[in-house]
């Protein structure tokens, strides 16, 4: 069953994460939708961004002040959101948190915020804790473990136990579209050593297909999350031309789809 069901909110097309919302009347999570919908300063209409942050802030409950974001560098840096950088990237992207592809916090009323165009988004949430976190997750991320360090860090910041902890992994290229060549597959084996081909499907002509959704899976497992608290998306960016941007499609013109986490202060 897909995890992630496209609806909209008040007019604006987004996937959330069905399952979740359900068990919390004030979570949000899910991941936006549609090619005509800008939220992107550098691909989207910058004279729209703003106002169509603002609109989503507010259509899940929150208000902008509290879309929180950072600046992205296919990293693995793991940044604990309080008070004082709620808000961070929301106007302007100067004003972002620097140099981290992932973010977390167990405060209420900050709206964790990361963008995407084939990477994979990775959303954690600790209801025993009361909290989320939200990673950028491209091949270079997922070889650096970011999986593993977000995990890692929600339990040395707020004691959140592996075993327990919800981890969905969101719409991003699928292996049917993600052919890589053996410098990527190198580089995941010092993550994965026992890299089988439901990760990896070798090709006649010396190339691969690569499955990002299920190496971070593998990772999230060793990490110590359970499989029955995994909720991973069948839905491939490159594919579904209708309702993703994908920049291996569409190359730099591509847009970016947002993927967000965040408790809301009550259930208003």
């Given amino acids: 069953m897909e995890p992630f069901r496209y609806e909209k909110v008040q007019g604006i097309p987004v996937t959330v994460i069905s399952d979740w919302l359900k068990e919390s009347p004030t979570l949000a999570a899910g991941m936006s939708a549609g090619q005509h919908y800008g939220l992107h300063r550098e691909q989207d209409d910058p004279r729209a961004v703003v106002p169509n942050r603002d609109r989503l802030a507010r259509a899940l409950g929150f208000s902008l002040d509290a879309w929180t974001s950072a600046t992205q560098v296919h990293g693995k840096n793991v940044v604990r959101v309080t008070r004082a950088e709620r808000g961070a990237g929301n106007r302007k992207r100067e004003t972002a948190i620097p140099a981290a592809d992932g973010l977390v916090t167990d405060e209420r009323d900050i709206l964790l915020t990361a963008f995407y165009a084939d990477c994979v988004p990775l959303l954690f949430w600790d209801s025993d804790r009361g909290a989320v976190g939200v990673a950028h997750a491209g091949w270079r991320g997922t070889v650096l473990g970011i999986a593993r360090e977000m995990v890692e860090r929600m339990k040395r910041e707020f004691g959140t136990d592996p075993g327990s902890v919800r981890v969905a992994i969101g719409p991003s290229i699928g292996s049917c579209c993600?052919?890589?060549?053996?410098?990527?597959?190198?580089a995941l084996k010092e993550q994965i050593p026992d890299l089988?081909?439901?990760?990896?499907?070798?090709?006649?002509?010396?190339?691969?297909?690569?499955?990002?959704?299920?190496?971070?899976?593998?990772?999230?497992?060793?990490?110590?999350?359970?499989?029955?608290?995994?909720?991973?998306t069948n839905f491939c960016t490159s594919c579904e031309e209708w309702l993703f941007f994908s920049h291996r499609r569409?190359?730099?013109?591509?847009?970016?789809?947002?993927?967000?986490?965040?408790?809301?202060?009550?259930?208003?």
Avoid at 178 to 186: C, G, H, L, Q, T
Avoid at 197 to 211: A, C, E, S, T
């Fill in 178 to 186: 993600y052919e890589v060549d053996d410098r990527v597959v190198d």
């Fill in 250 to 268: 569409d190359g730099e013109k591509a847009g970016r789809m947002v993927a967000w986490i965040g408790i809301r202060k009550d259930e208003s």
């Fill in 196 to 232: 089988d081909d439901d990760i990896v499907h070798p090709k006649d002509n010396g190339r691969f297909m690569l499955d990002l959704k299920r190496a971070n899976a593998d990772i999230l497992r060793q990490a110590g999350v359970e499989n029955s608290r995994m909720s991973v």
